[in-house]
T-cell receptor, first 113, second 115 residues
């Protein structure tokens, strides 16, 4: 079965600090796509960053970067210079073959002023 | 701006009634759309894949007779919760399948409360 695990239900970080959210997944496929989505209190899902499994280089998007370890099936998200607007639920997800997205259980991040 | 809309944003209904939720792709002709369900403080679970002009594909454990999906046009998919019960109360989110390898565009969601 293909699964996504986020082991940190809740995290907090001081404004301007750095925080890392963990995600592990399980699949037997060799090619797939990984994503981090953000769900703020408005509940609107927003893409944060994506990574293609065949690319070794870690994706970065402004203050957001990932540490993709394919062998370990790990895909963590690092948020640098945390801002109050980063407060949200963060979901790790991957997509393989059949266009089905599988989401993790989410990590609730709170940025403290 | 938003590229996928949902209506209504919230609805309260009595047990036993049916509720229809609309999902519109505002700037894309979507042959495929997706319906998710999200319980409080839980993840998104794919319920079904809506296919324009053909039957929807339901995920295992999702009752197709209870959650009726119609994708009659390239911009509109509807989810009808039939004979709703309190346990159907949830947050329902749709998305369109325009660019799944790069991003999935989600609607803002519909909160259903069944009394």
């Amino acid at each position: 079965a293909q699964t996504v695990t986020q082991s940190q239900p809740e995290m907090s970080v001081q404004e301007a600090e750095t925080v890392t959210l963990s995600c592990t997944y399980d699949t037997s496929e060799s090619n797939y796509y990984l994503f981090w989505y953000k769900q703020p209190p408005s509940r609107q899902m927003i893409l944060v960053i994506r990574q293609e499994a065949y690319k070794q280089q870690n994706a970065t998007e402004n203050r957001f970067s990932v540490n993709f370890q394919k062998a370990a099936k790990s895909f963590s998200l690092k948020i640098s210079d945390s801002q109050l607007g980063d407060t949200a639920m963060y979901f790790c997800a991957f997509m393989v073959g059949t266009y089905k997205y599988i989401f993790g259980t989410g990590t609730r991040l709170k940025v403290l002023a | 701006g938003a590229v996928v809309s949902q209506h209504p944003s919230w609805v309260i209904c009595k047990s036993g009634t049916s509720v229809k939720i609309e999902c519109r792709s505002l700037d894309f002709q979507a042959t495929t759309m997706f319906w998710y369900r999200q319980f409080p403080k839980q993840s998104l679970m794919l319920m079904a894949t809506s296919n324009e002009g053909s039957k929807a594909t339901y995920e295992q454990g999702v009752e197709k007779d209870k959650f009726l999906i119609n994708h009659a046009s390239l911009t509109l998919s509807t989810l009808t919760v039939t004979s709703a019960h309190p346990e159907d109360s949830s947050f329902y989110i749709c998305s369109d399948g325009r660019d799944l390898y790069n991003e999935q565009f989600f609607g803002p969601g519909t909160r259903l409360t069944v009394l």
